[in-house]
């Protein structure tokens, strides 16, 4: 999360080679520019939705993909929203809005894409959410907020999940000034919320929670941390619903020598193989505690469960 900018010459500046020896097809890290990475696959096709924006004066999503064929190098699409065109977003007379930490949900065949409407202050933040029939859109917002914050809940970080076990879809948002966790029952149409659940927030929550299921347990994971400081990291915990109570389990993403902040994630399983990926961001080639100047890159590594189905500690690779 927080205003990353991230030019288009930057883009170019990366080189995308394909790694025909690597399990993961998508190029060394860092693999592409920008933070908050949510990551899926569509059919054989990879796609990314950054916190990115081709100039200072734009706020819009743009969508990255990467398909299976031997030599293939990323695409950008988009802007695959752009808030130019929503008006509700300057209705609130604040002087500046940032586009932050998109997340998409493929439900029935349509694509709903969540996002963070920023900053806190001086009016508070808000989600949006906006549907399109197709991954590189264009999206069509809902025409009003999916949830707006107040003086104790920052509303960021959205991220919905469709539980194939109760049939519902839930939303997980909030974190960062008041590390707050918040869970809302979407209503079938996904555009509207239902209700708020009352769910504990795990130790350590800053923001950017995930959740994924797998052989029957519920994974929240999330960051914890300063995002320009190296204790930037991703931890996690366990439940037996979606909805916990949590098991803390700890951390699995950490700062290295050179790689700082890693945070902001997502996981994905890759079909065929059934191998599970991390796809976060992080800080290139810098020394200290921070804080970090410049642009965080997304970076894709492989994620490991032991004999218990715990999340093993995960490496961070690339130059």
């Not at 933070?35 to 899926?40: E, I, M, N, V, W």
């Not at 900053?119 to 029939?133: F, N, T």
């Not at 941390?225 to 700890?250: D, F, K, M």
Request: proline letters at 9%; hydrophobic letters at 35%; aromatic letters at 14%.
């Amino acid at each position: 999360m927080r205003l990353p900018f991230f030019t288009a010459s930057a883009l170019a500046t990366l080189v995308f080679t394909a790694l025909g020896e690597s399990a993961l097809p998508f190029g060394s890290n860092p693999v592409l520019p920008g933070a908050d990475p949510h990551g899926l696959f569509i059919g054989s096709t990879f796609w990314v939705y950054p916190t990115w924006s081709d100039s200072p004066e734009r706020q819009a999503f743009f969508a990255f993909s990467h398909d299976a064929s031997p030599g293939s190098t990323w695409k950008r699409h988009g802007p695959v929203l752009d808030f130019a065109g929503i008006p509700w977003i300057p209705a609130d007379g604040a002087p500046r809005h940032y586009a932050w930490a998109p997340s998409v949900l493929v439900h029935q065949g349509r694509y709903f894409l969540y996002y963070s409407v920023g900053p806190q202050h001086p009016k508070p933040s808000r989600i949006g959410v906006a549907v399109g029939d197709r991954p590189e859109g264009p999206f069509r917002d809902s025409g009003k907020p999916l949830i707006t914050g107040d003086d104790s809940f920052e509303a960021i970080d959205p991220m919905a999940f469709d539980d194939a076990v109760s049939g519902k879809t839930y939303l997980y948002a909030g974190g960062s000034a008041s590390a707050r966790l918040r869970v809302y029952e979407l209503k079938s149409t996904l555009t509207e919320v239902a209700h708020e659940i009352q769910v504990e927030t795990p130790p350590k929550f800053t923001e950017g929670a995930f959740m994924h299921q797998r052989q029957g347990r519920y994974y929240l994971s999330y960051s914890h941390g300063n995002w320009q400081r190296s204790s930037y990291s991703v931890h996690y915990a366990t439940a037996i619903t979606p909805l916990g109570p949590w098991t803390y389990r700890g951390a699995i993403l950490t700062s290295d020598e050179t790689h700082k902040g890693p945070g902001h994630h997502s996981f994905v399983q890759q079909p065929g193989s059934g191998q599970w990926l991390i796809v976060y961001h992080r800080w290139e080639d810098q020394t200290g505690d921070g804080p970090y100047q410049g642009s965080r890159q997304v970076c894709i590594d492989l994620l490991d469960y032991d004999a218990n189905g715990l999340i093993q500690p995960i490496k961070l690779t690339g130059r």
